[in-house]
Protein backbone atom coordinates (compact mmCIF):
# COMPACT_ATOMS: atom_id res chain seq x y z
CA UNK A 1 0.00 0.00 0.00
CA UNK A 2 1.48 3.60 -0.76
CA UNK A 3 0.71 6.31 1.46
CA UNK A 4 -1.62 8.95 0.56
CA UNK A 5 -0.19 12.58 1.00
CA UNK A 6 -2.80 14.51 3.50
CA UNK A 7 -4.26 17.74 1.55
CA UNK A 8 -2.41 20.68 2.41
CA UNK A 9 -4.80 23.46 3.83
CA UNK A 10 -6.25 26.38 1.35
CA UNK A 11 -4.38 29.28 2.13
CA UNK A 12 -7.68 32.44 1.60
CA UNK A 13 -6.20 36.06 3.31
CA UNK A 14 -8.22 38.24 1.54
CA UNK A 15 -6.87 40.97 -1.03
CA UNK A 16 -3.96 38.27 -1.87
CA UNK A 17 -3.08 37.81 -5.45
CA UNK A 18 -4.15 34.46 -6.73
CA UNK A 19 -3.14 32.30 -9.70
CA UNK A 20 -5.56 29.94 -10.17
CA UNK A 21 -5.81 26.97 -12.52
CA UNK A 22 -8.77 24.66 -12.97
CA UNK A 23 -8.67 21.83 -15.14
CA UNK A 24 -11.08 19.06 -16.46
CA UNK A 25 -11.10 15.54 -14.27
CA UNK A 26 -8.49 12.89 -16.45
CA UNK A 27 -7.45 15.98 -18.74
CA UNK A 28 -10.60 16.36 -20.11
CA UNK A 29 -12.55 18.67 -21.94
CA UNK A 30 -14.10 21.54 -20.28
CA UNK A 31 -14.99 23.89 -22.81
CA UNK A 32 -16.47 21.81 -26.01
CA UNK A 33 -17.13 24.98 -27.95
CA UNK A 34 -17.48 28.98 -27.79
CA UNK A 35 -21.13 28.83 -26.27
CA UNK A 36 -19.60 26.70 -23.10
CA UNK A 37 -16.60 29.68 -22.88
CA UNK A 38 -19.22 32.21 -23.18
CA UNK A 39 -21.17 30.77 -20.05
CA UNK A 40 -18.42 31.20 -18.02
CA UNK A 41 -17.74 34.21 -18.64
CA UNK A 42 -21.32 35.60 -18.26
CA UNK A 43 -21.15 34.19 -14.69
CA UNK A 44 -17.75 36.00 -14.01
CA UNK A 45 -19.56 38.94 -15.13
CA UNK A 46 -22.08 38.62 -12.27
CA UNK A 47 -19.54 36.64 -9.39
CA UNK A 48 -16.55 39.19 -9.67
CA UNK A 49 -17.88 42.50 -9.19
CA UNK A 50 -20.63 40.65 -5.96
CA UNK A 51 -17.44 39.00 -4.51
CA UNK A 52 -15.37 42.42 -5.29
CA UNK A 53 -12.58 40.30 -6.80
CA UNK A 54 -10.33 42.08 -9.27
CA UNK A 55 -9.45 40.16 -12.45
CA UNK A 56 -6.07 41.05 -13.75
CA UNK A 57 -5.56 37.99 -16.57
CA UNK A 58 -7.45 35.04 -17.73
CA UNK A 59 -7.30 32.20 -20.55
CA UNK A 60 -9.11 29.35 -21.78
CA UNK A 61 -7.88 26.06 -23.45
CA UNK A 62 -9.89 23.55 -23.84
CA UNK A 63 -9.17 20.97 -20.60
CA UNK A 64 -7.93 23.66 -18.50
CA UNK A 65 -8.35 27.59 -17.61
CA UNK A 66 -5.93 29.85 -15.65
CA UNK A 67 -7.37 33.02 -13.82
CA UNK A 68 -5.08 35.69 -12.10
CA UNK A 69 -7.10 36.90 -9.50
CA UNK A 70 -6.58 39.68 -6.16
CA UNK A 71 -9.12 38.33 -3.47
CA UNK A 72 -12.15 40.36 -2.06
CA UNK A 73 -12.79 41.00 1.20
CA UNK A 74 -14.31 36.88 1.71
CA UNK A 75 -11.31 35.30 0.28
CA UNK A 76 -11.15 33.45 -2.68
CA UNK A 77 -13.14 29.92 -1.68
CA UNK A 78 -16.23 31.36 -2.21
CA UNK A 79 -16.23 32.63 -5.90
CA UNK A 80 -14.52 29.72 -6.78
CA UNK A 81 -17.18 27.22 -5.27
CA UNK A 82 -20.16 29.28 -7.00
CA UNK A 83 -18.07 29.69 -10.53
CA UNK A 84 -17.09 25.78 -10.71
CA UNK A 85 -20.44 24.57 -9.50
CA UNK A 86 -22.62 26.91 -11.17
CA UNK A 87 -20.76 26.09 -13.98
CA UNK A 88 -20.51 22.15 -14.26
CA UNK A 89 -24.07 21.99 -13.27
CA UNK A 90 -24.78 23.92 -16.46
CA UNK A 91 -21.83 21.94 -18.70
CA UNK A 92 -23.71 18.90 -17.71
CA UNK A 93 -27.27 19.53 -18.24
CA UNK A 94 -26.29 21.31 -21.70
CA UNK A 95 -24.10 17.98 -22.82
CA UNK A 96 -26.11 15.17 -21.14
CA UNK A 97 -23.30 14.00 -18.52
CA UNK A 98 -23.26 12.86 -15.44
CA UNK A 99 -20.60 12.79 -12.99
CA UNK A 100 -17.43 15.38 -11.98
CA UNK A 101 -15.85 17.74 -14.64
CA UNK A 102 -13.34 19.07 -12.72
CA UNK A 103 -10.11 17.76 -10.85
CA UNK A 104 -10.88 17.44 -7.14
CA UNK A 105 -9.16 20.59 -6.42
CA UNK A 106 -8.88 24.24 -8.50
CA UNK A 107 -4.90 24.58 -7.92
CA UNK A 108 -4.29 28.16 -5.73
CA UNK A 109 -0.96 29.87 -5.70
CA UNK A 110 -0.52 32.58 -3.53
CA UNK A 111 1.91 35.23 -5.36
CA UNK A 112 3.89 37.98 -4.46
CA UNK A 113 2.92 40.76 -6.19
CA UNK A 114 5.53 43.05 -6.87
CA UNK A 115 7.59 40.57 -7.93
CA UNK A 116 5.65 38.36 -9.93
CA UNK A 117 2.70 40.55 -11.40
CA UNK A 118 3.88 41.30 -14.67
CA UNK A 119 5.36 38.24 -15.40
CA UNK A 120 2.17 36.52 -14.51
CA UNK A 121 -0.05 38.25 -16.59
CA UNK A 122 2.34 37.60 -19.54
CA UNK A 123 2.81 33.80 -18.77
CA UNK A 124 -1.24 33.66 -18.26
CA UNK A 125 -2.02 35.59 -21.93
CA UNK A 126 0.82 33.54 -23.74
CA UNK A 127 -1.26 30.26 -23.00
CA UNK A 128 -3.32 29.74 -26.18
CA UNK A 129 -0.12 30.74 -27.74
CA UNK A 130 2.11 28.06 -26.51
CA UNK A 131 -0.97 25.81 -27.06
CA UNK A 132 -1.17 26.36 -30.47
CA UNK A 133 -4.83 27.81 -30.57
CA UNK A 134 -3.78 30.68 -32.04
CA UNK A 135 -0.85 30.99 -34.82
CA UNK A 136 0.94 34.46 -33.58
CA UNK A 137 0.96 37.27 -31.51
CA UNK A 138 -1.22 39.21 -33.84
CA UNK A 139 -3.68 36.41 -33.76
CA UNK A 140 -3.65 36.34 -29.99
CA UNK A 141 -4.51 40.44 -29.66
CA UNK A 142 -8.26 39.20 -31.50
CA UNK A 143 -8.44 36.58 -29.07
CA UNK A 144 -11.73 36.25 -27.30
CA UNK A 145 -11.07 34.13 -24.60
CA UNK A 146 -7.75 35.53 -23.23
CA UNK A 147 -7.40 38.81 -21.43
CA UNK A 148 -4.96 40.00 -23.61
CA UNK A 149 -7.49 40.67 -26.32
CA UNK A 150 -8.66 43.08 -23.91
CA UNK A 151 -5.48 44.45 -22.81
CA UNK A 152 -5.18 45.19 -26.08
CA UNK A 153 -8.65 47.09 -26.59
CA UNK A 154 -10.03 44.27 -28.94
CA UNK A 155 -12.93 42.92 -26.70
CA UNK A 156 -14.60 44.83 -23.70
CA UNK A 157 -14.83 43.32 -21.01
CA UNK A 158 -16.16 44.68 -17.73
CA UNK A 159 -14.90 42.32 -15.34
CA UNK A 160 -11.77 42.73 -16.42
CA UNK A 161 -9.11 45.09 -14.33
CA UNK A 162 -7.10 46.24 -17.37
CA UNK A 163 -6.31 49.93 -16.02
CA UNK A 164 -4.23 48.56 -13.37
CA UNK A 165 -2.24 45.90 -15.40
CA UNK A 166 -1.70 48.64 -18.20
CA UNK A 167 -0.78 51.51 -15.31
CA UNK A 168 2.72 49.08 -15.04
CA UNK A 169 3.47 49.93 -18.58
CA UNK A 170 2.79 53.54 -18.72
CA UNK A 171 0.38 56.67 -17.69
CA UNK A 172 -1.52 57.22 -21.27
CA UNK A 173 -3.44 54.28 -22.53
CA UNK A 174 -1.76 53.96 -26.19
CA UNK A 175 1.71 53.85 -24.53
CA UNK A 176 0.81 51.64 -22.06
CA UNK A 177 -0.43 49.20 -24.93
CA UNK A 178 2.67 49.36 -26.86
CA UNK A 179 4.85 48.65 -23.90
CA UNK A 180 2.92 46.10 -23.08
CA UNK A 181 2.39 44.24 -25.85
CA UNK A 182 6.53 44.72 -26.56
CA UNK A 183 6.66 42.80 -23.24
CA UNK A 184 4.18 39.92 -24.19
CA UNK A 185 6.32 39.59 -27.52
CA UNK A 186 9.76 38.83 -25.32
CA UNK A 187 8.05 36.58 -23.32
CA UNK A 188 7.36 34.38 -26.25
CA UNK A 189 10.60 32.28 -26.79
CA UNK A 190 10.55 31.67 -22.62
CA UNK A 191 8.15 29.11 -23.35
CA UNK A 192 6.43 27.09 -20.14
CA UNK A 193 7.34 28.56 -17.00
CA UNK A 194 7.24 25.93 -14.23
CA UNK A 195 9.24 28.52 -11.69
CA UNK A 196 5.61 30.56 -11.95
CA UNK A 197 3.62 27.73 -10.54
CA UNK A 198 4.49 27.80 -6.78
CA UNK A 199 7.37 27.32 -4.75
CA UNK A 200 9.32 29.53 -7.10
CA UNK A 201 11.95 30.83 -4.57
CA UNK A 202 13.70 27.55 -3.61
CA UNK A 203 13.67 26.90 -7.91
CA UNK A 204 15.29 30.17 -7.95
CA UNK A 205 17.97 28.97 -5.68
CA UNK A 206 18.71 26.01 -7.62
CA UNK A 207 16.56 23.77 -5.69
CA UNK A 208 16.37 22.28 -2.14
CA UNK A 209 20.48 20.80 -2.32
CA UNK A 210 21.27 24.42 -2.54
CA UNK A 211 18.79 25.68 0.34
CA UNK A 212 19.98 23.02 2.66
CA UNK A 213 23.61 24.46 1.74
CA UNK A 214 22.44 28.25 2.58
CA UNK A 215 21.07 26.86 5.80
CA UNK A 216 24.04 24.98 6.97
CA UNK A 217 25.77 28.31 6.24
CA UNK A 218 23.12 30.24 8.37
CA UNK A 219 21.08 31.27 5.82
CA UNK A 220 17.73 30.13 7.91
CA UNK A 221 15.38 32.55 6.66
CA UNK A 222 14.93 30.45 3.51
CA UNK A 223 11.24 29.27 2.84
CA UNK A 224 9.09 27.71 0.70
CA UNK A 225 5.68 26.18 0.30
CA UNK A 226 4.18 25.02 -2.71
CA UNK A 227 1.25 27.08 -2.17
CA UNK A 228 2.84 30.67 -2.42
CA UNK A 229 4.85 31.90 -5.56
CA UNK A 230 7.32 34.87 -3.56
CA UNK A 231 10.43 35.23 -1.61
CA UNK A 232 10.54 34.25 1.91
CA UNK A 233 9.70 37.18 3.89
CA UNK A 234 6.66 37.25 1.78
CA UNK A 235 5.98 33.43 2.46
CA UNK A 236 6.28 33.50 6.17
CA UNK A 237 3.79 36.86 6.20
CA UNK A 238 1.13 35.08 4.53
CA UNK A 239 2.14 31.62 6.77
CA UNK A 240 1.84 33.99 10.01
CA UNK A 241 -1.02 35.51 8.69
CA UNK A 242 -3.14 32.47 7.66
CA UNK A 243 -1.89 30.74 10.85
CA UNK A 244 -3.39 33.51 12.71
CA UNK A 245 -7.03 33.19 10.92
CA UNK A 246 -6.96 29.35 12.64
CA UNK A 247 -5.53 30.19 15.62
CA UNK A 248 -8.28 32.73 16.41
CA UNK A 249 -10.49 29.89 15.41
CA UNK A 250 -9.56 26.96 17.39
CA UNK A 251 -9.51 29.87 20.24
CA UNK A 252 -13.15 30.28 19.80
CA UNK A 253 -14.11 26.65 19.68
CA UNK A 254 -11.79 25.88 22.33
CA UNK A 255 -13.91 28.31 24.65
CA UNK A 256 -17.11 25.83 23.20
CA UNK A 257 -17.94 28.59 20.87
CA UNK A 258 -19.96 26.83 17.99
CA UNK A 259 -23.16 27.43 15.74
CA UNK A 260 -25.24 27.10 19.02
CA UNK A 261 -23.42 29.97 20.99
CA UNK A 262 -23.61 32.03 18.29
CA UNK A 263 -27.05 31.46 17.49
CA UNK A 264 -27.88 32.13 21.18
CA UNK A 265 -25.71 35.34 21.40
CA UNK A 266 -27.14 36.87 18.14
CA UNK A 267 -30.81 35.83 19.48
CA UNK A 268 -29.39 38.44 22.68
CA UNK A 269 -28.68 40.80 20.84
CA UNK A 270 -31.67 41.41 18.63
CA UNK A 271 -34.06 39.75 21.63
CA UNK A 272 -35.46 36.61 19.47
CA UNK A 273 -35.89 33.66 19.57
CA UNK A 274 -32.96 31.49 18.05
CA UNK A 275 -35.95 29.12 15.87
CA UNK A 276 -37.14 32.39 14.66
CA UNK A 277 -34.16 33.73 13.32
CA UNK A 278 -32.88 29.90 12.01
CA UNK A 279 -36.60 29.13 10.90
CA UNK A 280 -37.77 30.12 7.38
CA UNK A 281 -38.89 34.04 6.82
CA UNK A 282 -38.16 37.46 5.74
CA UNK A 283 -39.12 39.22 8.25
CA UNK A 284 -36.78 42.50 8.30
CA UNK A 285 -35.90 41.76 12.23
CA UNK A 286 -35.10 37.68 11.45
CA UNK A 287 -33.08 38.71 8.24
CA UNK A 288 -30.73 41.00 9.73
CA UNK A 289 -30.51 38.40 12.87
CA UNK A 290 -29.62 35.57 10.27
CA UNK A 291 -27.07 38.01 8.61
CA UNK A 292 -25.19 38.68 11.19
CA UNK A 293 -25.12 34.93 12.20
CA UNK A 294 -24.10 33.56 8.96
CA UNK A 295 -21.45 36.25 9.50
CA UNK A 296 -19.87 35.30 12.38
CA UNK A 297 -20.03 31.53 11.67
CA UNK A 298 -18.86 32.02 8.26
CA UNK A 299 -15.49 33.93 8.81
CA UNK A 300 -14.82 33.96 12.54
CA UNK A 301 -15.45 30.20 13.23
CA UNK A 302 -14.52 29.29 9.61
CA UNK A 303 -18.01 27.02 8.99
CA UNK A 304 -17.78 25.97 5.49
CA UNK A 305 -21.13 28.46 4.05
CA UNK A 306 -22.33 24.94 2.03
CA UNK A 307 -22.86 23.67 5.94
CA UNK A 308 -24.66 26.51 6.30
CA UNK A 309 -26.92 26.52 3.35
CA UNK A 310 -28.23 22.97 4.84
CA UNK A 311 -28.85 23.66 8.46
CA UNK A 312 -30.48 27.35 7.83
CA UNK A 313 -31.69 25.83 4.47
CA UNK A 314 -30.76 28.43 1.93
CA UNK A 315 -28.96 28.13 -1.17
CA UNK A 316 -25.00 28.75 -1.32
CA UNK A 317 -25.31 32.28 -2.97
CA UNK A 318 -28.23 33.27 0.16
CA UNK A 319 -25.64 32.38 2.12
CA UNK A 320 -22.71 34.88 0.60
CA UNK A 321 -25.06 37.47 0.20
CA UNK A 322 -26.18 36.70 4.68
CA UNK A 323 -22.53 36.98 5.28
CA UNK A 324 -21.50 40.31 3.03
CA UNK A 325 -24.78 42.23 4.69
CA UNK A 326 -23.84 40.44 8.72
CA UNK A 327 -20.46 42.32 7.87
CA UNK A 328 -21.79 45.18 7.26
CA UNK A 329 -24.32 45.20 10.55
CA UNK A 330 -21.59 43.94 12.68
CA UNK A 331 -19.23 47.31 11.54
CA UNK A 332 -22.51 49.76 12.05
CA UNK A 333 -23.45 48.03 15.56
CA UNK A 334 -19.57 47.83 16.00
CA UNK A 335 -20.63 44.31 17.87
CA UNK A 336 -18.23 41.47 18.25
CA UNK A 337 -18.37 37.92 18.78
CA UNK A 338 -16.14 37.57 21.51
CA UNK A 339 -17.64 40.78 23.26
Known amino acids: MHATMPRTVRLDTPGLLHHIMIRGIERRKIFNDDKDRENIIER ?7 TRTQCYAWSFLSNHAHFLFQSGPHGIAGLMRR ?24 KSVICQEDRYFQELVRYIHLNPLRAKIVTDLKELDRYSYCG ?11 WQNIEYVLGFFGKRIGEARKE ?10 MGRRPELVGGGLIRSLGGWDEVKKMRLAGQDRIKSDQRILGESDFVMDVLSEANENFSRKYRLKSRGINFEKVAERV ?4 DLEKDYITGRGRQRNRVRARDLLCYWCAIELRIPMADLSKRLDMTLAAVSY ?18
Open 148 to 158: HSALMGKKKRQ
Open 44 to 50: LSILLPE
Open 180 to 189: YRSYVEKGIP
Open 322 to 339: AVKRGEKIAKEAGCHLND
Open 83 to 106: LLTGYAVSYNKRHRRHGQLFQNRY
Open 267 to 270: SSLF
